[in-house]
């Protein structure tokens, strides 16, 4: 059997195996319920529910070597990482990036196996070399701890306008608020908007390069597997010709998490509007923007539309403490604003996990966030915790 006639068997396992989301309940689309989170955006062509089915169904196969996995990955499928409370949320994994900065000026070692290591290699691998995972080289400078966030709504973001983004830059602080938010402008011209240090500009590259960094499938975008360092991979650990996944493959995986829908709005009680206000005064809405506007889109459901993600896309400089690796145009301190949307699913906040809760991640906000983190310490316990319920609940 050909290596792509047994990828799509697996798709087509995997479609099956997944029919609760066949029912128009689960799906909701287009009969004027709310999403249920993981479910897709409202009012989805058939096509386009297909779409996000199939590539549901991709996003949650389980990749082996003799489907294309590794010779170097993280995990086995990308539901293996972004899998709570809803396939394309959030996960408990913390992975490594690595990178070096000189003088102001950054290497991503694209060169030596890109910033994400790996942490596993298949048994082929091992035999061959006698290791366990990729070594981080040691040309890096830094390595950041990073912990998988959610995707539900993103295809919102993807769907914003550079324009909009660049509007709400500020790299002088010419407003004198205390932020100033920066573009990550690839060297071609594109802005930079998703990874913790906005250094990719489309979610369809993220997806190649998930597919490649995360579990080692080639596919047209990216055809060549990871290596360690320069060294080539010795002869027979990668059996599986490349692209390992086809472009229809990818097409598909891209499409599920584009439609994937915001997570649904929490009940408002008096308490949260209460906070969602002191959330606004104490200067959180400078970088955490509350709605993005989305442009014309061939997808309706994206189109000229809102999107409550409570973030700017912006770099903000937050101080030496959370300073970890520089991506592109990103210094080692700065870090894109998390959206909050999806916050409400996570166990640990920041990059790399290390608040506890949403009160430890806001007590660890410096630099440009210096001031909205003082005026929330300086509110009276009963309204940090409305704040701290809204910002729960989103
Ligand atoms: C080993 C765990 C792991 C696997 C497997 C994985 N991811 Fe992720 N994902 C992460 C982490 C960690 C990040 C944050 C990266 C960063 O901040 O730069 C992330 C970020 C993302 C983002 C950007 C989100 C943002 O905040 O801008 C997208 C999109 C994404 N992943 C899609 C995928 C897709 C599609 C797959 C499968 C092809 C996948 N991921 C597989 C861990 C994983
Ligand atoms: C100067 C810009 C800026 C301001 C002002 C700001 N934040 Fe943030 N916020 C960020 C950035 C950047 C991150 C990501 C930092 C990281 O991951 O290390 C972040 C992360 C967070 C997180 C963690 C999210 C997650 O998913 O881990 C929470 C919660 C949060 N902010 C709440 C707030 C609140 C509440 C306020 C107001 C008191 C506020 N922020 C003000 C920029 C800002």
């Known amino acids: 059997m050909s290596h792509r006639s047994r990828v799509a068997i697996l798709l087509l396992a995997a479609v099956t195996a997944c029919e609760p989301l066949a029912s128009p309940r689960a799906d909701s689309a287009g009969d004027g319920n709310p999403p249920t989170p993981g479910g897709p955006l409202l009012f989805l062509t058939a096509r386009q529910q297909l779409g996000f089915r199939q590539g549901r169904a991709l996003f949650q196969t389980t990749f082996s070597p003799a489907t294309g996995l590794g010779p170097l990955f993280n995990a086995r499928s990308c539901a293996e990482c972004h899998e709570q409370p809803v396939v394309g949320g959030v996960g408990d994994e913390v992975e490594t990036h690595a990178t070096a900065y000189h003088g102001g000026v950054c290497d991503d070692l694209a060169r030596i196996g890109g910033p994400v290591i790996q942490d596993s290699v298949t048994p082929a691998l091992h035999a061959a070399l006698g290791i366990d995972k990729e070594p981080v080289p040691p040309e890096a400078t830094a390595v950041g701890r990073r912990t998988t966030p959610s995707l539900l709504g993103f295809g919102l973001l993807d769907a914003v306008p550079d324009s909009e983004l660049a509007a709400l830059a500020d790299p002088d602080d010419r407003n004198g608020d205390g932020i100033s938010g920066r573009l990550n402008r690839l060297p071609d011209g594109r802005l930079g908007r998703f990874g913790r240090k906005a250094q990719i500009a489309t979610l369809r590259e993220f997806t190649s390069g998930a597919f490649i960094n995360e579990m080692g499938i080639t596919s047209p975008p990216e055809p060549h597997e990871q290596t360690i360092r320069d060294t080539p991979l010795p002869p027979g650990v990668d059996p599986t010709p490349d692209p390992e996944l086809e472009q229809a493959g990818l097409d598909a995986t891209d499409a599920f998490v584009k439609l994937l829908a915001p997570p649904p709005p929490t009940l408002s009680s008096f308490i949260e509007l209460q906070g969602r206000k002191l959330f606004a005064t104490a200067g959180c809405t400078g970088c955490h923007v509350p709605l993005l506007h989305t442009g014309p889109n061939p997808v309706r459901a994206?189109?000229?539309?809102?999107?409550?993600?409570?973030?700017?896309?912006?770099?903000?400089?937050?101080?030496?403490?959370?300073?970890?690796?520089?991506?592109?145009?990103?210094?080692?301190?700065?870090?894109?604003?998390?959206?909050?949307?999806?916050?409400?699913?996570?166990?640990?906040?920041?990059?790399?996990?290390?608040?506890?809760?949403i009160e430890a991640a806001i007590q660890l906000h410096a630099g440009e966030a210096a001031g909205a983190r003082d005026r929330f310490l300086g509110l009276s316990p009963q309204e940090r915790a409305a704040l701290l319920r809204f910002v729960s609940g989103l």
């Open 302 to 357: 994206l189109s000229n539309t809102t999107v409550a993600a409570y973030t700017d896309l912006l770099l903000h400089d937050m101080g030496p403490e959370l300073a970890d690796i520089c991506l592109g145009q990103a210094e080692p301190a700065e870090f894109r604003t998390e959206p909050l949307m999806g916050v409400q699913y996570k166990e640990a906040f920041l990059h790399d996990g290390r608040a506890p809760s």
